[in-house]
């Protein structure tokens, strides 16, 4: 194993991961949402299919016993993706990316009430405190004003639409849980971008706007930013112990918040910014706690964050 490397690899994918989310909230004003759930899923199959036939491992990875799974796994995760998508529009970079931080703590309960797994008060603990940052980060937004135009949009619609994002990829990450059984990462990915491609695709008859050709290429590239995010994260654990790699994945927050800055103008407040900390702090305790427990699966982080955005 080459720890470093691991950890390159994971803050690359952590990167692309953010590029990609600030190219879709570029365009979020200007394109449906079904719309860049479509591009986003069916243009990140290419790096995933190059990736597997460099690996010698297509078609045999894309075998599957559990296509149930993998459906329900999709549908739940690409409801996630259209509700993240939406608070994109709706939020600033970086607070999205730090409300879809509560997924991996939303997991925790999940893991209790649906898989009957163990918790002892050290992790309640630190998911309770962890609850307690959400709140602190959704406070901003949820003002009278900050609901806008009744129901239409504005910030605290946004709060809600991507704290709901991150119910959902908790929800799809227990599914993830259960296929890493029976199925290969391959599979996992190829599964739900395919269905995710679809269920974007079927939004068509609601009425598309077709693209430009600046804009058709950064739909194409926001794709491809998804699959080769991807294709990092599974590489950066095959170089390192999930325990040291995962807690990398907060790294988004950094990126979200230069690159709010730089394109968008935007700054999270100072709420955003202390609850996104304590948010983060009670993950990685998650995390740690996790490893010692036997409970942190590298191909459960392989088959992707659970996050939304």
């Not at 597997?52 to 329900?72: C, D, I, Q, V, Y």
């Not at 509560?102 to 603990?125: C, D, G, H, M, S």
Request: aromatic share 10%; hydrophobic share 55%.
């Amino acid at each position: 194993m080459s720890p470093l490397l691991g950890i390159s690899l994971k803050l690359l994918s952590a990167l692309s991961f953010t590029l990609m989310s600030a190219g879709i909230k570029t365009l979020a004003s200007r394109y449906p949402t079904g719309e860049l759930v479509f591009f986003r899923s069916f243009f990140a199959l290419i790096p995933l299919m190059i990736w597997l036939a460099w690996r010698h491992e297509f078609p045999e990875a894309l075998k599957t016993s559990n296509l149930r799974g993998h459906l329900k796994r999709g549908v739940i995760g690409s409801t996630g993706m259209f509700l993240g998508f939406a608070a994109l529009h709706l939020l600033p970079l970086s607070d999205a990316v730090a409300i879809g931080y509560a997924a991996p703590l939303i997991v925790v309960v999940l893991a209790a009430l649906i898989l009957k797994e163990r918790v002892r008060i050290y992790r309640w603990t630190a998911v309770a405190v962890g609850f307690v940052g959400v709140l602190l980060m959704l406070s901003p937004h949820m003002g009278a004003q900050a609901f806008g135009h009744g129901l239409s949009g504005g910030p605290a619609i946004g709060a809600l639409l991507a704290l709901a994002g991150a119910f959902c990829s908790a929800f799809a990450s227990i599914e993830v849980r259960l296929l890493t059984h029976t199925e290969k990462t391959g599979a996992i990915v190829f599964y739900f971008m395919s269905l995710t491609s679809l269920l974007g695709l079927l939004t068509l008859a609601l009425g598309w706007t077709v693209p430009d050709l600046k804009d058709f290429v950064l739909l194409v590239t926001i794709g491809v930013l998804g699959g080769l995010g991807q294709m990092l994260l599974v590489q950066a654990y095959r170089y390192g112990d999930a325990s040291l790699i995962a807690p990398f994945e907060y790294s988004t927050m950094i990126w979200a918040t230069a690159l709010g800055w730089f394109v968008f103008g935007e700054w999270p407040v100072i709420a955003v910014l202390i609850g996104s900390l304590i948010v983060i702090a009670s993950g990685i305790y998650v995390i740690l706690r996790e490893q010692q427990l036997g409970l942190l699966k590298k191909e459960t982080r392989e088959a992707g964050p659970t996050r939304s955005v």
